[in-house]
């Protein structure tokens, strides 16, 4: 059963999970153990979305024939909407896409009543020595950009990791005048608060971001975790020592008129 928001006037206080853990790159049936794990404790915890970090089920890899998925038909993503529908959350999380021959990096969004929504990384990271399989040019196929979505009854925007960096993907983003953001990564590290606070600020609106820890190939990733409002300002934050941690806050939502 899906735990309802508390309501106070016109605003609704949502528990909103932000996860960071160590995503083993191409072990996808550990790592869905470890996502039905920190989802279930989010839970318990009363968090009602739980968002996981671009790439959580295979992070990195050469083996895009064997590992991608269809999306929402794949079986990593309907074992996850399962899970979503017991527990009565929301849920985001990372994956590599196959559609037909192409194959995309891609943020799922599902929740109690079932798939939601699938955003494909547009502006890819290039990267000439690709250490850590990291050339997404060499293996990936560009999304169509962002797009908006209904998440929970909001008005909900995604973009991922390299997107947020492309001047013309924070336009399109703004255009669409989300009422929150969610904005999942798979770095070594974020860069300093700031930086991400002056794009929550011209998005206008709650931006939540993810990152990993862990040894994803070469890279050792700290995490960091952090949720801004819409003025910009960190209302919660994760370690950056690279520890597993589920961050969690009390987001207050404004519903639209009309």
Known sequence: ???????????????????QFDSVPEEVDENLGEIERLAREASEMGARWIVFHEGTLTDYTPRLDELAETVPGGRS????????????CFISFGLSERDGERFHITQAFVGPSGFIHAYRKTWLWRS???????????????????EP?????????????AD????RCIDRATVIEPQVVFYPNNRAGLPAL????????RLRAPMLVTNRIGRSWDSSCRGGCVL????????????????EEILLHDLRMKRRNG
């Open 149 to 161: 979505f209904e998440f929970d009854g909001f008005r909900a925007v995604c973009f991922i990791c």
């Open 77 to 88: 993503t309907r074992r996850i909407v399962s899970l979503a529908k017991e527990i009565g």
């Open 194 to 201: 700031e930086v991400f606070g002056r794009r929550a600020r």
């Open 1 to 19: 059963m899906t735990r309802k928001n508390p309501l106070d006037g016109d605003c609704l206080n949502v528990r909103v999970a932000l996860v």
């Open 228 to 243: 801004y409002s819409s003025t910009g300002r960190v209302l919660a934050r994760a370690n950056r020592d690279g520890r």
């Open 128 to 146: 000439e020595d690709d250490r850590g399989y990291r050339n997404e040019w060499a293996r990936y196929d560009p999304g169509t950009g962002p």
């Open 164 to 167: 947020g960096e492309a001047p």
